[in-house]
């Protein structure tokens, strides 16, 4: 029973942050311009906006946030930058080999923003034992916030919709645990590279389960526009 409370306090927790930012994240989607037609612009556009639902919760807990050599604000005018960019993009009348050379340079750009992100959540990445509980602790984190969104698309009916997303996401976390194992096990040399492939796996995830987060939502209230206020007391 107390693990059961535990969940559902947690539950509460989770969603009730949602809701205290869902506002402003909605004004930001109402900016996007016009909805991206192809995959690259589909994957460029659901980090965007999970990065963006990232770093507003981020601000909220800046007094319990270590940064390394990072700050709210310069993520922040980067992130704006690249939805800037990713509009132009949308824009262009060609959509040929140049759109997609383009894409796939922006996607990674906006991976970059991810992985210093990540960088900022978990401070200073240069001792790898530190390094590692960091990520360890963060990946925990992750992986309980996914369980209660599981459990929520279950317990709101709304499986048909998001069970390929949540076979996604656990495709991720998957690939996240098998990194993780793979960098506590390197050598010092080989740390310096494997850190920042877990630093990016772990940031894809983070934004990931945001953005699944954040459309669950959507989806909930859609569907019981009257009962959406009830979902915070489960």
């Given at each position: 029973m107390s693990c059961l409370h535990e969940i559902n306090r947690y539950t509460f927790l989770c969603l009730l942050c949602v809701?205290?930012?869902?506002?402003?994240?909605?004004?930001?989607?109402?900016?996007?311009?016009?909805?991206?037609?192809?995959?690259?612009?589909?994957?460029?556009?659901?980090?965007?906006t999970g990065l963006d639902y990232r770093l507003r919760r981020l601000a909220h807990q800046r007094s319990?946030?270590?940064?390394?050599?990072?700050?709210?604000?310069?993520?922040?005018?980067?992130?704006?930058?690249l939805r800037t960019e990713f509009k132009r993009l949308l824009s262009s009348r060609d959509h040929g080999p140049a759109f997609d050379s383009a894409a796939i340079d922006l996607r990674d750009r906006v991976d970059d923003l991810a992985i210093r992100y990540t960088a900022?959540?978990?401070?200073?990445?240069?001792?790898?034992?530190?390094f590692l509980d960091a990520v360890e602790t963060r990946f925990g984190d992750l992986d309980r916030e996914l369980?209660?969104?599981?459990?929520?698309?279950f317990h709101w009916e709304l499986r048909d919709?998001?069970?390929?997303?949540?076979?996604?996401?656990?495709?991720?976390?998957?690939?996240?645990?098998?990194?993780?194992?793979?960098?506590?096990?390197?050598?010092?040399l080989e740390f310096a590279e494997m850190k920042i492939e877990l630093a990016s796996s772990i940031g894809r995830?983070?934004?990931?389960?945001?953005?699944?987060?954040?459309?669950?939502?959507h989806a909930y209230n859609a569907k019981h526009p009257i009962r959406s206020i009830d979902k915070l007391w489960l």
């Open positions: 809701l205290t930012l869902l506002l402003p994240g909605c004004m930001m989607l109402g900016e996007r311009g016009p909805a991206p037609s192809t995959e690259p612009a589909l994957e460029i556009d659901l980090s965007l319990r946030v270590e940064y390394a050599e990072e700050t709210i604000e310069s993520l922040h005018n980067n992130l704006r930058e900022a959540t978990l401070g200073q990445l240069e001792s790898k034992d530190h369980a209660v969104l599981e459990g929520s698309i919709e998001f069970d390929e997303s949540i076979s996604r996401l656990y495709e991720q976390r998957d690939r996240v645990a098998l990194r993780l194992s793979d960098t506590a096990a390197a050598s010092e995830l983070d934004v990931l389960i945001a953005h699944t987060t954040m459309e669950v939502d």
